[in-house]
């Protein structure tokens, strides 16, 4: 069992928004604002999509946002696209001796 | 650009030891103030953070893994490696290798990725 739980999936029609949660503790997502989100298409590696909350790497459509209340973040991608369709990944740090910990993932699909 | 690569065997036999290294290209492993990381997905599953080392030598451990893992740089290669003892089939995956900016606590850069099979 992952420590941040995410939901297993959702889904969305191109164009629309959708809203991935991932809900930790006091400890991790609660406390601190290092949540991360990565997305990961098949046989890829996971990319930095957004980190410390709601902050964008460089390169990063700002169709994609982040933000946090209390000790659940969550991740909105707005405009979809069928490129968008990926496994998609929570991260905090915690306080904890793992430093670190991500989410059980949340597959999107886009219909 | 950064690059990582995972190289090492991909079937191990159970009870074995599984050694992967990242050899990192496009920077030096020892600018910055970096940690270079290991983490694992089983198939279908989730990433799990197996631990992390600092160009000095510095390294923390997934309590889980830890009495299994060691992790080592190679500095004057711009490797680091991960060796991780009595695997079981509980540890195939893929294991990627990441470089962490512990400002943000984020992995910036990862290596595509390398499937480890334990199975005799």
């Known amino acids: 069992q992952s420590a941040l739980t995410q939901p297993a999936s959702v889904s969305g029609s191109p164009g629309q928004s959708i809203t991935i949660s991932c809900t930790g503790t006091?400890?991790?997502?609660?406390?601190?604002?290092?949540v991360s989100w990565y997305q990961q298409h098949p046989g890829k590696a996971p990319k930095l999509m957004i980190y410390?909350?709601?902050n964008r790497p460089s390169g990063v459509s700002n169709r994609f946002s982040g933000s946090k209340s209390g000790n659940t973040a969550s991740l909105t991608i707005s405009g979809l696209q069928a490129e968008d369709e990926a496994d998609y990944y929570c991260s905090s740090y915690t306080s904890s001796s793992t430093h670190v910990v991500f989410g059980g993932g949340t597959k999107l699909t886009v219909l | 650009q950064v690059q990582l690569q995972e190289s090492g065997p991909g079937l191990v036999k159970p009870s074995q030891t599984l050694s992967l290294t990242c050899t990192v290209s496009g920077g030096s492993i020892s600018s910055g103030s970096y940690y270079w990381s290991w983490i694992r997905q089983p198939a279908g599953k989730g990433l799990e953070w197996i631990g992390r080392i600092y160009t000095s030598g510095s390294t923390n451990y997934n309590p889980s893994l830890k009495s299994r893992v060691t992790i080592s740089v190679d500095t004057s290669k711009n490797q680091f490696s991960l060796k991780l003892s009595s695997v079981t089939a509980a540890d195939t995956a893929v294991y990627y290798c990441?470089?962490?900016?512990?400002?943000?606590?984020?992995?910036?850069?990862w290596g595509q990725g390398t499937l480890v099979t334990v199975s005799s």
């Open positions: 006091s400890s991790d997502v609660g406390g601190y604002n290092y």
């Open positions: 410390e909350v709601s």
């Open positions: 990441a470089r962490e900016d512990p400002d943000t606590v984020t992995y910036d850069y």
